[in-house]
């Protein structure tokens, strides 16, 4: 990968390797942009196949949390964190806390916060070595129900936009991914009267949703044909791509992975065939807006959380009517609307500045 060549296309400001031999770290955290403050996203552990793997995820995810926090009005950057490491075998008080080092010797630039992977606890022991983190216990905590509550908002957008009416009684929805943030989507479409058909790589977070929900469950590479109104990516990226578009059987692709799209030609290609495509970004920002209250004017509120995170119903419908009115691909219309407000606020402080 020739880094700075793929940080000068999309502007990257700042990119840290951090290696701690005694903890067994090996991180990489990128940040974005710092136009509308300091940079807000959270730390992601996994296995990643290769350590080029690890860079491309965490500069794509970077990317996108700046549009994500711009979207979502709030006055945060982006940025993120992967961790190279299994989050079932690898963690440790060690870790993280070598971790929060690297974070405090950015100076709050960077405010990490909870992710695939990682925990409210993970997010205590970086507590221990810096104070720029945040979804912690005694603050907003667990980000993934607010993430749910954006994602079940914007399919309920999605859904008056196909159908004509956001009820979504007897809709079949596939969801791929049922960890925290997936489980929770299909807890709040199963209240709605929704039909469940869902897949995991691990089998219990399955079976937990088939006795529980009384979801359907199909293995992981039968997700993406199923026949359904509403297909759920709650999992990784890269889902919609040369090899599985073509599989599709749903009217609206709606879910809170990240980086949905393998390339932009792949929301190109939803539009052309009908397919209503809800962009990551914009649907999945209830975690980071529960986060970001933590620094609202007399600190967090729940109810306020929960309110920004409900008006992603709004967000969703303005990026669809963006859309329609420019004959422009629902990713784009993201963009220009998260760009809009970033270079109104970059000209705001050039003015100020003088």
């Known amino acids: 990968m020739e880094l700075?060549?793929?940080?000068?296309?999309?502007?990257y400001e700042q990119a840290v390797f951090c290696h701690d031999k005694a903890s067994g770290l090996k991180a990489v955290i990128v940040i974005h942009d710092t136009t509308l403050g300091p940079a807000l996203g959270g730390v992601r552990m996994w296995t990643y196949d290769s350590e080029e793997d690890a860079v491309t995820d965490a500069l794509r995810l970077a990317r996108g949390m700046t549009y994500k926090n711009a979207a979502a009005g709030l006055n945060m950057g982006g940025a993120k964190t992967v961790v190279m490491a299994d989050p079932k075998k690898d963690k440790?008080?060690?870790?993280f806390r070598a971790l929060g080092r690297f974070i405090e010797s950015l100076n709050g630039r960077y405010i990490a916060a909870e992710d695939v992977g990682t925990s409210v606890q993970d997010m205590e022991y970086i507590r221990m070595e810096t104070t720029h983190v945040a979804g912690l216990g005694q603050g907003s905590g667990n980000p993934s129900p607010f993430t749910a509550l954006g994602v079940f908002q914007g399919i309920k957008a999605a859904t008056k936009e196909v159908y004509g009416s956001d009820d979504l009684a007897g809709k079949k929805v596939a969801i791929q991914g049922m960890g925290n943030v997936g489980y929770g989507v299909a807890k709040l479409l199963k209240k709605e009267g929704a039909q469940l058909i869902v897949t995991d790589i691990f089998e219990d977070n399955v079976n937990k949703a088939v006795k529980e929900?009384?979801?359907k469950a199909v293995k992981p590479d039968e997700i993406i044909g199923v026949d359904c109104d509403i297909f759920t990516p709650c999992a990784l990226g890269a889902i919609i791509n040369d090899d599985t578009i073509d599989q599709l059987k749903c009217k609206i692709v709606s879910g809170s992975a990240n980086n949905q799209l393998k390339e932009n030609k792949h929301g190109d290609i939803l539009q052309k065939k009908?397919?209503?495509?809800?962009?990551?970004?914009?649907?999945?920002?209830g975690g980071v807006i529960n986060v970001a209250a933590e620094f609202e004017p007399g600190g967090y509120s729940k109810e306020k959380a929960t309110a920004k995170a409900e008006a992603l119903y709004d967000v969703v419908t303005q990026v669809i009517e963006?859309?329609?009115?420019?004959?422009?691909?629902?990713y784009k219309a993201a963009d220009r609307i998260a760009e809009g407000r970033i270079n109104l606020?970059?000209?705001?402080r050039d003015d100020y500045i003088g």
Do not use: C, Q, R, W
């Open 4 to 11: 700075f060549s793929h940080m000068e296309k999309s502007d």
């Open 92 to 95: 440790s008080e060690a870790l």
């Open 213 to 215: 929900l009384g979801a």
């Open 274 to 285: 009908g397919i209503l495509y809800v962009p990551d970004y914009i649907i999945n920002a």
């Open 322 to 330: 963006t859309s329609k009115k420019e004959n422009i691909p629902t």
């Open 345 to 348: 606020i970059a000209g705001v």
